[in-house]
């Protein structure tokens, strides 16, 4: 699993993701549109290679502090409960 680029959960009403997936080292695509997260997974923050996520029509509420470490150059956080974005 550690050369996998692309993982598409999307649709699948799921609320986390296991911890395992830290260990997928060459993520650069995670797709998981249309779920139940309720915040970013701690997971994919330890992802540096991941550049596009996304996270469209879930109930997040918060974007973490470590957020912007991500090197993303697609993110699509639309149909959420986003209030704030951290600086």
């Known amino acids: 699993l550690k050369s996998v680029q692309t993982l598409d959960l999307g ?3 799921i609320s986390n ?4 997936v830290a260990g997928m080292v060459q993520l ?3 797709q998981l549109p249309m779920n139940r997260f309720s915040h970013i997974p701690p997971p994919l923050l330890q992802l540096r290679n ?3 996520l996304n996270l469209y029509v879930n109930k ?3 974007l973490p502090e470590d957020f912007s470490r991500l090197l993303l150059v697609e993110l699509d956080l639309s ?3 986003l209030r704030t974005i951290p600086s």
Do not use: A, M, S
């Open 17 to 20: 993701i296991p911890n395992e």
């Open 60 to 62: 997040i509420e918060t």
């Open 11 to 13: 649709k699948n009403g």
């Open 28 to 30: 650069k695509e995670v």
């Open 79 to 81: 149909h959420n409960l």
């Open 50 to 52: 991941l550049r596009i």
